[in-house]
Nanobody, 124 residues
Framework: QLQASGGGLVQAGGSLRLSCVGSGFRFDSYATLWFRQAPGKEREGVSCIGNEGGHTQYAESVKARFTISRDNAKNTVYLQMNGLKFEDTAIYYC???????????????????WGKGTLVTVSS
């Protein structure tokens, strides 16, 4: 199970930090990911992080503004979002992908668990 939180309403240029807590599986053997879906648009991968946190990926649209991190002791992945833009408005979903060989890599094509989303609304 994955439980995301931290969404809300923020003005353009502001910041939010999303959190996602995993339970019921060995969190440190999973890559963790953030996706988002804006109204009328397809879901897109935003960022992902390997099981040890050494490898990260970002969508071009969020590079240099968003930072993903994880704390395996707390079974939690974070997404720090700075410089928010109106086009960042979306429902944000966290996800997890099994990495049984603990390669510390991630990609947006492999997802085993999805969490319920948290809504981020950026006012212009």
């Amino acid at each position: 199970q994955l439980q995301a939180s931290g969404g809300g309403l923020v003005q353009a240029g502001g910041s939010l930090r999303l959190s996602c807590v995993g339970s019921g599986f060995r969190f440190d053997s999973y890559a963790t990911l953030w996706f988002r879906q804006a109204p009328g648009k397809e879901r897109e991968g935003v960022s992902c992080i390997g099981n040890e946190g050494g490898h990260t990926q970002y969508a071009e649209s969020v590079k240099a503004r968003f930072t993903i991190s994880r704390d395996n002791a707390k079974n939690t992945v974070y997404l720090q979002m700075n410089g928010l833009k109106f086009e960042d408005t979306a429902i944000y979903y966290c996800a997890a992908a099994a990495d049984p060989f603990r390669t510390d890599h991630c990609n947006f094509n492999d997802v085993d668990y999805w969490g319920k989303g948290t809504l981020v609304t950026v006012s212009s």
